[in-house]
């Protein structure tokens, strides 16, 4: 992705170095709480992993490797395209586009949504309208995930800002007030219909980022690659050998690939809806 020397956020909040105690929530993949089911499944004590991700700030600043300077430059710069791109889209739907902070943390943090671990991954919290990130998760997303490439942490960023425009637009709140009123099965269903909704909403900026010249050659598959590796299914095979179809909440590799897919040939925010899909 061509990125060096472009404009960037002006809505970061760095708050690396400084620590937060509670209980964890899912984010892209939701690994983190999967992990911590199979632990306590196994007879383990979830307080031992819960106390990992409690921390103090320190008072001192942090102090920034050089690949994290540069990383924190990088989803900046991606924050600031996601940002133009739907100001402009949101205007010509005749809607004025909010645009969310990104928090940068090391560790654990504290949102509106409670406190979360590194191990979750990046997440969006729809009560405060930031993205969380701890810049770690982009050496997860190559070695563990085995998905390199600014362009797939590109997508990870793109499909968090999706959940930000689904908040603008009372989607997530729709979705979030079936919670006692269908099965379990029945929300999960439209958790993966809104987990799906993200990911094309990240093939719309990535679009017009295609528009605006930004993608180099195998940046498409960068993105592709990464989608496909926090499928429901293939997380779950990783972590346990099997996969539950009835317990997906954010859809299966297949998925996310092809829904990722439709946004970035369609560019528009209207242009495919997985909550008006059949057989989902």
């Given at each position: 992705?061509?990125?060096?020397?472009?404009?960037?956020?002006?809505?970061?909040?760095?708050?690396?170095?400084?620590?937060?105690?509670?209980?964890?929530?899912?984010?892209?993949?939701?690994?983190?709480?999967?992990?911590?089911?199979?632990?306590?499944?196994?007879?383990?004590?979830?307080?031992?992993?819960?106390?990992?991700?409690?921390?103090?700030?320190?008072?001192?600043?942090?102090?920034?490797?050089?690949?994290?300077?540069?990383?924190s430059e990088f989803v900046s710069v991606v924050l600031a395209?996601?940002?133009?791109?739907?100001?402009?889209?949101?205007?010509?739907?005749?809607?004025?586009?909010?645009?969310?902070?990104?928090?940068?943390?090391?560790?654990?943090?504290?949102?509106?949504?409670?406190?979360?671990?590194?191990?979750?991954?990046?997440?969006?919290?729809?009560?405060?309208?930031?993205?969380?990130?701890?810049?770690?998760?982009?050496?997860?997303?190559?070695?563990?995930?085995q998905a390199p490439g600014d362009f797939a942490m590109a997508?990870?960023?793109?499909?968090?800002?999706?959940?930000?425009?689904?908040?603008?637009?009372?989607?997530?709140?729709?979705?979030?007030?079936?919670?006692?009123?269908?099965?379990?099965?029945?929300?999960?269903?439209?958790?993966?219909?809104?987990?799906?909704?993200?990911?094309?909403?990240?093939?719309?900026?990535?679009?017009?980022?295609?528009?605006?010249?930004?993608?180099?050659?195998?940046?498409?598959?960068?993105?592709?690659?990464?989608?496909?590796?926090?499928?429901?299914?293939?997380?779950?095979?990783?972590?346990?050998?099997?996969?539950?179809?009835?317990?997906?909440?954010?859809?299966?590799?297949?998925?996310?690939?092809?829904?990722?897919?439709?946004?970035?040939?369609?560019?528009?925010?209207?242009?495919?809806?997985?909550?008006?899909?059949?057989?989902?």
């Amino acid at each position: 992705m061509r990125w060096q020397g472009r404009r960037r956020s002006s809505n970061v909040e760095d708050r690396r170095g400084m620590g937060s105690k509670g209980l964890i929530g899912g984010g892209i993949g939701g690994v983190g709480l999967i992990f911590v089911l199979l632990f306590t499944l196994l007879g383990g004590n979830p307080e031992e992993l819960l106390g990992g991700i409690s921390g103090t700030d320190s008072g001192t600043p942090y102090e920034e490797t050089d690949q994290e300077r540069e990383l924190s430059e990088f989803v900046s710069v991606v924050l600031a395209d996601t940002e133009e791109v739907w100001t402009e889209i949101f205007l010509k739907e005749g809607l004025e586009y909010e645009k969310p902070a990104l928090v940068l943390y090391s560790g654990s943090v504290q949102s509106a949504c409670g406190a979360a671990g590194s191990s979750v991954g990046p997440f969006y919290c729809p009560g405060d309208q930031k993205l969380y990130i701890d810049l770690s998760f982009y050496q997860e997303l190559q070695h563990q995930f085995q998905a390199p490439g600014d362009f797939a942490m590109a997508y990870v960023i793109a499909h968090e800002v999706g959940h930000h425009v689904q908040t603008l637009l009372g989607t997530s709140q729709r979705v979030a007030a079936l919670r006692n009123k269908v099965s379990q099965e029945e929300y999960n269903r439209q958790s993966v219909k809104l987990e799906l909704q993200a990911d094309y909403y990240a093939g719309v900026w990535a679009h017009h980022a295609q528009g605006m010249n930004l993608l180099e050659e195998g940046d498409l598959e960068e993105a592709l690659t990464a989608a496909s590796a926090v499928g429901d299914d293939t997380i779950q095979k990783k972590a346990q050998g099997y996969a539950v179809p009835e317990s997906f909440t954010h859809g299966t590799s297949e998925q996310r690939k092809s829904w990722f897919y439709k946004g970035f040939k369609s560019g528009s925010l209207k242009g495919s809806d997985p909550f008006k899909a059949s057989g989902l």
